[in-house]
């Protein structure tokens, strides 16, 4: 067989005359956008939910102490001696230690600066971490009854509001998740009924020579979950410059958060996950309607 | 084989006007039948019956061993591919070329690309469109755009063909050329079945003829 008889490799015929449809063309610019918005929502849930982890994980389960002097004795012991006994004795501790040294000096630096020597007279700062599910309530009268003069920070006090808030804010933004989702799955069956229509002729006659619904309804929902995953890989890729000025705008607020640690980091991961899921919302929701379309024909 | 027992049909369900009542004929495998009628007889929508494109609404229409009120959509899907129809305004894809709308068909059953491009290639030789095969349908002239069609609803090798006026739209030349093509068809053993108001064509080509009037079959003639 020559070369110009061999048969050549054939691009997919585009049986529907999809190409040319307009809805069809116009779809990746609408998922783009809601892509887009996606991406900002699952950028703020995801530092929401960073941030009321780690408040719950570091903070709600810890008491602040602090002891004047220390070193003063009071009968046999001092009274840093008599604390920590205390919290030795108690079920509730889970693991106590003092500040000192350079963890006493970073907590001072915003109000001291740093590298200073410090020669003020400090109460010693010990940090008491509860144990899980532990009740701090007896704990503290016990503490305080032993010196009126210590004074008890309970953490949880001020950290649980803005855990309440962080955990909010998170689940606004995956109710808007889920809206954009929804909002996404109309706007394809909207866009595929426009297509159905401008090329119903076309379908009817493709049904006619033995099309199955199977069979129209992938051809459709094919091309429908390209556009729509070619839009969502537009709306995430623009909206990276801004979640990235984003981060660096939030950048103080993470350091505060940071416990040493460096805070919560956006999970760009997920974010990547967003254009196969415009994918799938698009395949799907053009599926389901070319196949509720097709009811109409016998 | 084609059976129709006491077959009614209406648009629109229960209380509108009846297309088509009580109607009963049966054509055997390989028939060739005339089907005439004035405009509004009913013939078009007894011809959609037969290609599936219709559920009867009363009576059992039975098609190719089908039972076409009863049947699934799966089984009718099955059903659509033994049936070639020919329509009088072609029903061809204008985005598609002529070489694509023949293939159509033996691309929806899965046939494989190089055995295709020789059917089709065949096929549209022996419709005498040979050195047409990249032309769109806009393209052609009414009776190139029938013969396309007439490919198109032969290349499956259907066990029935079901024509809708498909000489309607051409000069007496075009059309007696596809006259002599669904005769051929029928020759070669496929059931013919051809609805017309040229009733000249009956003394070129004699077989039996079904005639509807107001929905009903009023002759039956040599069936």
Not at chain 2, 211 to 219: C, F, K, S, V
Request: proline share 6%; glycine share 10%; with cysteine.
């Amino acid at each position: 067989m020559s070369e110009k008889e061999r048969p050549r490799p054939r691009r997919r015929v585009d049986e529907l005359g999809l190409r040319s449809a307009f809805a069809e063309r116009s779809l990746p610019f609408l998922v783009a956008a809601m892509a887009f918005l996606g991406a900002l929502a699952v950028a703020g849930m995801m530092g929401a939910q960073a941030l009321a982890r780690h408040w719950e994980g570091g903070g709600l389960a810890t008491l602040t102490l602090e002891v004047p002097s220390p070193d003063l004795r009071a009968g046999e012991a001092t009274r840093r001696e008599r604390v920590e006994a205390v919290l030795r004795a108690s079920p509730a501790v889970a693991s106590f230690r003092s500040l000192e040294g350079k963890d006493l000096e970073r907590l001072l630096a915003p109000w001291l600066g740093s590298g200073r020597q410090l020669d003020l007279p400090l109460p010693l700062v010990i940090e008491v971490k509860l144990a899980p599910q532990a009740d701090a309530a007896p704990l503290i009268a016990a503490l305080t009854a032993l010196d009126p003069t210590l004074s008890v920070t309970e953490n949880a006090r001020f950290l649980r509001p803005l855990v309440v808030l962080a955990r909010s804010l998170e689940a606004c933004a995956a109710l808007a998740l889920t809206v954009m989702g929804g909002l996404a799955m109309l706007v394809v069956a909207v866009a595929t009924r426009a297509v159905l229509a401008a090329r119903r002729d076309s379908l009817e006659i493709i049904h006619g020579l033995g099309a199955s619904d199977g069979y129209i309804a992938r051809r459709v929902a094919n091309r429908v979950g390209l556009r729509a995953l070619s839009g969502g890989f537009g709306g995430v890729l623009a909206a990276g410059p801004v979640l990235f000025a984003l981060y660096d705008l939030a950048s103080p607020f993470r350091g505060l958060t940071a416990g040493g640690g460096g805070g919560p980091a956006p999970d760009w991961f997920a974010l990547l996950l967003l254009p196969p899921v415009a994918g799938g919302i698009g395949w799907t929701s053009a599926f389901l309607t070319v196949r509720q379309w097709l009811r109409r024909l016998p | 084989m084609i059976r129709f027992r006491g077959v009614g049909f209406s648009y629109g369900g229960e209380g509108a006007a009846p297309i088509l009542r009580e109607v009963s004929f049966t054509v055997p495998e390989g028939g060739f039948r005339w089907l005439l009628g004035p405009s509004g007889a009913g013939k078009s929508s007894l011809l959609r019956i037969i290609y599936a494109a219709a559920r009867p609404t009363a009576g059992a229409a039975e098609v190719l061993g089908v039972e076409i009120g009863r049947a699934t959509r799966r089984a009718l899907v099955a059903l659509r591919r033994q049936i070639g129809v020919i329509f009088q305004d072609f029903r061809l894809l204008p985005h598609l070329s002529a070489f694509d709308n023949v293939a159509l068909p033996l691309r929806l059953i899965g046939r494989p690309e190089a055995e295709i491009r020789a059917d089709v290639t065949e096929m549209l030789r022996w419709v005498g469109l040979s050195s047409r095969l990249g032309e769109r349908p806009p393209l052609l002239s009414g009776g190139e755009q029938q013969r396309v069609a007439i490919a198109r609803a032969v290349i499956t090798r259907p066990r029935l063909i079901v024509a809708d006026e498909p000489t309607g739209n051409l000069d007496e030349v075009q059309a007696e050329r596809i006259m002599q093509l669904l005769v051929e068809l029928n020759r070669l053993g496929t059931g013919v079945i051809v609805a017309t108001h040229h009733t000249a064509f009956l003394s070129r080509h004699p077989a039996p003829v079904l005639r509807l009037e107001g929905g009903r079959l009023i002759d039956e003639d040599g069936a």
